[in-house]
């Protein structure tokens, strides 16, 4: 078979068989472009508090994030970084807790009255507006079916990646000709404007659609990509990490938060704490810190503090160190378009529509093509 039949062979059975899946990525993942904003519409009683007055220690707000689940720990707090937003706590349990989680647990604390303002059980399929934003975001990472569901769709896009080059390859069969590709002639007829459709939406946004194939099979093949990187360039390893396990897990830190988030923050140059985690085996937190070399709207700068001393132990931008290590810090910031701010954002946002429309054309012109090579059935002489 001769290269071009082959590549529309490949190109039209992979669009057929991925046309479901990829629009359900593309849909849900255009919703979860904005998904503060949607999760600040939906659940504005959880997600938004009045400002007003001085912040309440932190401690505080991990406490009142714990009350209500004995024997747990807060491990990860998402700081408010808005006047009007809540500070999201994560809960793990602790090991000896007589009623463990029965799933993760976020805790949505006023950080001015540390007055509990919701929860969400994470990863519930729960068709209310409070857990809403949550299941469109499960059905992006992993179809809301766990870690094979997730490795699929890393091969799906593996293999949207490659039929990327086949769909530029039979769009643009005369490069002298290229210009006529990225135009669609609306007078025409309905297959002809199809095709056109097809082909120019396929070839503008190209750059960015591939971009999403192969970020997304990033994030779902990390363990695959960490190790193909390996072969050019190491990983800088995460600095707590590397440090040896306590005798004993310290969940009752001595050092008060406020302390660890001041000193997270002088790294920063004083700008401030997006989020902040705890590992009570490695008694230190790591904060992220915003920093002037951060590449989207979060904090890059790895701050590891130890919870026993107050110490700053490490500090380190995400994006510094090796060639790896600056490819990698890249990943998240441009497949959800933070990279390039609200512009990104909404590009990404109509990129998705976009890979929905392309389904719909290229469904519609394999119709209309089978549909003409049928044998039209004709009346009987009489």
């Not at 938004?48 to 720990?73: E, F, I, Q």
């Not at 000709?177 to 309905?190: I, P």
């Not at 401030?272 to 890059?300: L, T």
Request: charged residues 20%.
């Amino acid at each position: 078979m001769k290269l071009r039949p082959a590549l529309l062979l490949w190109h039209r059975w992979f669009g057929l068989l991925a046309a479901l899946w990829l629009t359900l990525l593309a849909l849900t993942g255009s919703a979860i472009v904005y998904y503060d904003e949607l999760d600040r519409l939906l659940v504005p009683e959880q997600r938004t508090v009045t400002p007003g007055g001085a912040a309440a220690p932190l401690d505080s707000v991990a406490a009142a994030a714990t009350a209500g689940y004995p024997g747990t720990y807060a491990r990860f707090f998402d700081l408010a970084n808005r006047p009007d937003e809540t500070t999201r706590v994560f809960l793990a349990d602790r090991p000896d807790s007589a009623t463990p989680l029965a799933h993760e647990t976020h805790v949505f604390v006023d950080p001015y009255s540390a007055e509990v303002a919701g929860a969400r059980e994470v990863g519930q399929v729960r068709l209310d507006r409070q857990h809403a934003m949550d299941v469109v975001y499960g059905l992006h990472v992993d179809l809301l079916m766990g870690h094979t569901a997730a490795w699929l769709l890393g091969l799906l896009g593996i293999l949207w990646a490659l039929d990327h080059i086949a769909g530029a390859a039979l769009a643009l069969p005369r490069l002298s000709k290229w210009k006529r590709s990225f135009v669609v002639k609306w007078k025409a007829g309905g297959y002809r404007r199809d095709y056109d459709l097809h082909r120019a939406v396929g070839l503008w946004l190209l750059p960015v659609t591939l971009m999403l194939a192969l970020s997304g099979a990033y994030f779902n093949w990390y363990d695959y990509a960490e190790a193909a990187a390996s072969t050019v360039s190491e990983l800088t390893p995460r600095y707590p990490y590397t440090l040896p396990d306590l005798d004993a897990p310290l969940y009752d830190a001595p050092v008060p938060l406020d302390q660890i988030v001041a000193a997270a923050a002088a790294e920063g140059n004083g700008r401030g704490v997006d989020m902040i985690g705890y590992m009570p085996a490695k008694g230190v937190y790591e904060a992220r810190v915003f920093s002037v070399d951060d590449i989207d709207s979060h904090g890059r700068q790895l701050v590891t503090v130890s919870a026993q001393t107050g110490a700053v132990l490490d500090s380190r931008h995400q994006s510094e160190g090796t060639a790896a290590d600056a490819v990698f810090a890249w990943q998240y910031p441009l497949h959800s378009g933070k990279a390039f701010g609200g512009i990104g954002r909404f590009i990404v946002f109509v990129s998705g529509i976009a890979v929905v429309a392309l389904n719909v054309t290229g469904i519609t012109i394999w119709w209309r093509k089978r549909r003409s090579r049928k044998p039209r059935r004709t009346r009987p002489a009489v």
